[in-house]
């Protein structure tokens, strides 16, 4: 059959409408509000009629090509448009809404998203809500609903809570929010007979055409895998250096390393857990200064010279400052200011004035600044230092500083305990007798164990957390993975234009060296697994980590075919970490949102780190591809060979972008009650998976045969998965945004 041009125009033309507008409508989702585009443009039915346009003219053009012929692919695409038909059932006939309960009142009716009553066919009674914490702590664990359906005279007991949703008669009740005082609870309610079963089948469907996709021995996948482009290999060569400075002056008095270590050693109540105290003063001096070490001291003996030798401390650089104007308003030199810059006896306190501006800007540095100036404060009071625990007559253990107001019940010698014994340290610090120091940490150590038994993390989680802090290398690890990554890539462009000779034993002392990265970085994220008991992917900073870690595993994986491999997985291994450090500059291991305690959160973030993994390896090949095409007059060879090297990337990544973004969906059915929301995270994962998947379609789209086109489209087409993960973090906000 021939193939007629209009049906690939509409298909592909309407595709590119959809991004496009997708794109605009985060856009005026940040300056409208969310209501507005939900109202006016995923909602509205022009964009209801768009993507079925969109579904009718590729399924046309499916045909048009006899693509069903080849039943794998063909089912491949079906089952987005199975996606797309369980979404219209969604939005035709599906409800959404919530309702509010109250212990034993029954309730007929919730109110829908568009504030109408719904009536049910049955009712629900509250019969109890219970709050579950984390052992030792306040930090919620769970939100659990105990509720009774009541339905034509029969009586049905259930639970409601977060990731565990109670479903009856195709209405599906979730756990939404609770009232304070404790007696009351709020359900979000979905009623969608039929969306949610079409979806999934089109989701069952889209895994197992891409698991037979890569199975089957004839694909254009296989057929890249055997091209004989692969065979050729040009090698590299590698430079290190290393880059030392340092400073002395006077240095401000603490205490000694050995007995700032014991302090370490104390547990402390903080970030709603309880940890070593060491993990505080890491995270305390990171906060403050930009660095967990300072000037040869450790972050023990950072809080320790702060809460002992205040006025050593309050002249002492160290304070990181951003903003020209907020560093004009405290007089500073530098990027480090003292405590004293921050106020005078002529000004007062100095950024009082920043705090109420209307610069945006300059507020936010100036809000940065005070945070800072109030940990200091709070830590000189003691305030921050929560290390005494109380258990009450109930049983409960409340985490108190020596600040604190304690109870009126604690008993006269223990509250003469928690009052004196830090005086009493500091009274032996001053008289240098350590020993003596020493001494009474150890009792207060003894009283943590005695009063809060079988409340504190096991030893084991508390020697490894403390493991964990010693050994955290990320910032050296990243410059230097950045550094060897930059030479490597800027010699391999010189080695191939003077046709050097591959040396083999160069790339396997390269190969070990990336190994031992990824031995670090599987260490690194065992341990944090180990002390948050959970898997480490639940923020920025880990999940720059993870993917930091893919990069590794790629790069060796691929290295025999792919002979810039090695480059790149130092390359992407660094800026990775470089970026995890930025997004999260003091990384806390905190307990695990209620919402993020499922499975499905692992599987979704693994698979789409892997992806965007793959996609910048893709595109370091393009800035490769471009460097040679214009600096090398005979560079067809290697432009076409890393043609072939992207290709190969690109299905698998686009297919795991596919698998996360859906993977999601279901983790956001079964916790929120919608598989999606058109946040602006899940709007852009889905511009990403259109925008690279037109690639995959080189032979409906000649311009992707063209290997200088192919290569700048996986340059440009990089910034998608930037605007992803970052741009929405930072411009576009959202319920990823903490991701």
């Not at 080849?70 to 079906?78: D, E, K, N, P, V």
């Not at 979806?199 to 089957?216: K, P």
């Not at 030893?459 to 910032?475: A, D, P, Q, V």
């Not at 998965?721 to 906000?733: A, E, K, S």
Request: net charge positive; hydrophobic share 45%.
């Amino acid at each position: 059959m021939k193939r007629p041009p209009l049906l690939k125009y509409l298909s592909f033309g309407s595709a590119t409408l959809v991004v496009v507008v997708l794109m605009v409508a985060t856009i005026l989702e940040k300056l409208y509000g969310t209501h507005f585009v939900l109202s006016n443009i995923y909602g509205s039915r022009l964009m209801i009629a768009l993507w079925l346009i969109l579904a009718h003219c590729a399924v046309l053009y499916l045909v048009s090509k006899a693509m069903h012929k080849r039943f794998i692919t063909f089912m491949l695409h079906i089952s987005f448009v199975v996606i797309l038909f369980g979404a219209y059932s969604t939005w035709e006939w599906g409800v959404q809404g919530k309702m509010h309960l109250r212990e034993g009142e029954p309730i007929e009716s919730f109110t829908t998203t568009d504030n109408e009553e719904h009536q049910l066919p049955f009712s629900i009674t509250l019969r109890d809500f219970e709050l579950r914490y984390y052992e030792g702590t306040f930090a919620p664990m769970d939100y659990i609903s105990h509720i009774e359906i009541s339905d034509n005279n029969q009586i049905i007991a259930g639970e409601v809570s977060m990731n565990n949703i109670l479903s009856h008669r195709h209405y599906r009740l979730y756990q939404a929010g609770y009232d304070k005082d404790g007696n009351g609870a709020t359900l979000s309610v979905a009623y969608d007979p039929w969306g949610i079963g079409i979806t999934y089948t089109g989701y069952a469907l889209l895994l197992l055409s891409m698991l037979a996709f890569f199975a089957q021995t004839k694909s254009r996948f296989r057929q890249l895998l055997q091209h004989p482009a692969l065979k050729r290999v040009v090698s590299v060569v590698v430079l290190m250096f290393c880059v030392t400075n340092a400073f002395a002056k006077t240095m401000p008095h603490t205490v000694p390393r050995d007995v700032a270590d014991k302090f370490g050693d104390l547990h402390i109540y903080y970030n709603d857990r309880v940890c070593p105290l060491q993990t505080f003063a890491i995270d305390f001096t990171t906060k403050l200064y930009g660095k967990s070490t300072y000037r040869g001291m450790s972050a023990e003996q950072v809080i320790l010279g702060w809460f002992f030798f205040y006025d050593d401390w309050k002249i002492e650089p160290m304070i990181k400052i951003k903003g020209g104007e907020t560093k004009r308003l405290l007089g500073m030199e530098g990027n480090y200011a003292r405590l004293t810059d921050f106020a005078s006896a002529t000004e007062g306190y100095k950024l009082e004035a920043a705090l109420r501006g209307e610069g945006e800007g300059n507020r936010r540095n100036a809000e940065s600044a005070n945070e800072k100036f109030n940990l200091v404060s709070m830590l000189a009071m003691g305030n921050l230092l929560k290390i005494y625990p109380y258990r009450n007559a109930e049983g409960v253990v409340t985490w108190y500083s020596l600040a604190d107001k304690l109870p009126a019940e604690v008993p006269y010698e223990q509250w003469l305990f928690i009052g004196r014994s830090m005086n009493l340290v500091a009274e032996k610090i001053m008289l240098k007798k350590y020993d003596e120091v020493v001494s009474v940490l150890d009792k207060i150590s003894k009283y943590q164990v005695k009063e809060a038994d079988g409340d504190l993390p096991p030893s084991w989680r508390f020697k490894t957390e403390k493991l964990y802090n010693r050994i955290n290398l990320n910032r050296p690890l990243a410059m230097a993975c950045v550094t060897l990554g930059i030479l490597l890539f800027l010699i391999f462009c010189l080695s191939t234009s003077l046709r050097k000779g591959e040396r083999k034993w160069l790339n396997t002392l390269l190969a070990m060296g990336l190994g031992v990265v990824l031995l670090y970085l599987t260490l690194q994220i065992a341990l944090r697994w180990i002390v948050s008991d959970h898997i480490p992917l639940s923020n920025g900073f880990e999940t720059m980590q993870f993917m930091s870690w893919c990069s590794a595993l790629i790069a060796l994986c691929a290295m025999r075919k792919f002979r810039m491999a090695l480059p790149f997985g130092y390359l992407l291994c660094g800026f990775t970490l470089l970026v995890a450090m930025m997004g999260e500059a003091s990384p806390r291991i905190t307990q695990l949102m209620p919402v993020l305690q499922s499975p499905l959160l692992s599987i979704h973030v693994v698979v789409i780190m892997i992806a965007y993994s793959l996609l910048a390896f893709a595109m370091l090949n393009g800035v490769t591809a471009l460097i040679l095409h214009y600096t090398k007059h005979d560079s067809k060879a290697e432009v076409e060979y890393l043609q072939v090297v992207s290709n190969i990337m690109l299905y698998p990544a686009v297919f795991l972008l596919a698998i996360g973004i859906f993977v999601g969906a279901v983790w956001a059915n079964i916790s929120w009650g919608r598989y999606w929301g058109w946040d602006p995270k899940e709007v852009w994962a889905l511009i990403t998976m259109l925008v690279y998947s037109a690639a995959l379609h080189a032979s409906s789209l000649d311009w992707f045969r063209r290997p200088i086109f192919f290569h700048t489209f996986t340059i440009i087409a990089f910034l998608t998965v930037l605007i992803t993960y970052f741009g929405v973090n930072f411009l576009l906000g959202g319920m990823h945004s903490y991701a």
